[in-house]
């Protein structure tokens, strides 16, 4: 038996007051529907198995899912509800397949919650299978109806529901299993006949029924598996239980906060044990950090790979490499490309990119190293710069072991120092310095004597 789903995302956001589609708001970092399809394939499905229907917005969808993985998208042009969103991916609906069908917006549904569903309907022998939560102010969610033995005969939504039927407290969290034959046979006979005048999803269930089919539900433990978001009030909300829940599950592996506040950690995050996050950090992206490590405060790392005994103050780093024991900050930038190898020490105001800096240098501070390739044991003083880009091409510079670049010399790429070599302070170097030498590259000093503005000046003051 195989296993497909048609994830609904074609939602506009009206009530976020965005332009973007409501499935790629944001909770930490990733959009909604990244969230949903990280559960869906952690339930085993595999991406040309996974339908998604979009609406306005649609290429922005699109291009965010291409980055994922190849699946199909259905447009829906017209919002006539959840079940004439699946009818525009019929297609999907293949015979001897169980299919998902849940929300894009539903970024705490997780994997295990899918599978003990799908384990459900499949024991039970289900044509469909709702998952339930039990919720003590049930809102806005439809109803489940139950008969007189308990047996699941239907759902509600909260528009039609009689006063009796709005006290019911366990409600349809929107995510289903169906068997692709039964939901085939049932979308057809789908009628707007309610007070939104839409084609409602809820009501196959009534339909499944009628033609013999069973119906069983599947019941949550976890209530957050119902929340979504339908303004920003909702998307705070999201995040702040994302980020505590995240936050926890460090904690659980050893990871150590101080303070909640200003910190916000990516849900693909790997940190490991005794390492230190202070407050306003933020951790995106597939960042992994070692062991005995101090990150932040006020330090923003994406997509990077950090080793042990790291101290990271003030810093930011993007698609980096870092190794164990390096020390940077404060006011660090540290650009895509940058590979710091073990023990070494960036001081405050430093910016690299695309550069590798060997073992046990020290960049001290005021300095920029751009395409650079810079050996083990180098010292950079107070200012310097290497000078990569000439307006139309960029060029690197290469510096040897155990360098010692004097303070506001600038490096004119493409140039080599050599091994063990001293540039002298206030040097612009143009051309490559052999080993074991000293290079000053300074113009002439004039001085003139007795200068005439400077009197002037003094008798202004």
Known sequence: MSYSAIILAAGDGKRMKTSKPKVMCEVLGDPMIGWVIDSVRGAGISDEDIGVVVGNGAETVREYLAKLGSFRTFMQTERKGTGHAVMQASEMLKDGDNVLVMCGDAPFVDSDVLMSALNEHT???????????????????????????????????????????????????????????????????????????????????????????????????????????????????????????????????????????????????????????????????????????????????????????????????????????????PFVQLRPGTVLHDGVKIGDFVEIKNSEIGVNTAVAHLTYLGDSDVGKGVNFGCGCVTANYDGINKFRTKIGDNAFIGCNTNLIAPVEVGENATTAAGSTITKNVPPNSLAIERGETAIKENWEKNFKRKKKA
């Open 123 to 329: 024991h039970r022998r289900n044509d469909v299978t709702v998952v339930t939560a039990d919720l003590p102010d049930p809102g806005s969610y439809g109803r489940i109806q139950r008969d007189a033995n308990g047996a699941f005969v239907g759902i509600v939504e909260k528009k039609d529901c009689t006063l009796v039927q709005l006290g019911i407290t366990e409600i349809n969290s929107g995510v289903y299993w169906f068997s692709a034959e039964a939901l085939k046979a049932a979308l057809p006979k789908l009628a707007a006949e309610n007070a939104a005048g839409e084609y409602y999803l809820t009501d196959t269930i009534g339909i499944i029924r009628e033609a013999g089919g069973k119906t069983g539900t599947f019941t949550a433990e976890d209530t957050d598996i119902v929340l979504g978001a339908n303004d920003r009030s909702d998307l705070l909300q999201l995040n702040i239980i994302a980020k505590m829940r995240i936050m926890a599950e460090h904690m659980n592996e050893g990871v150590e906060f101080v303070s909640t506040d200003g910190i916000i950690i990516g849900r693909n995050i790997k940190i490991g044990r005794d390492t230190l996050i202070l407050p306003g950090t933020i951790l995106r992206g597939n960042t992994v950090i070692g062991e005995n490590c101090i990150i932040g405060p006020n330090s923003l790392i994406e997509n990077c790979t950090i080793g042990s005994g790291v101290t990271l103050n003030s810093v930011q780093a993007y698609d980096s490499r870092i190794g164990d024991r390096v020390k940077a900050g």
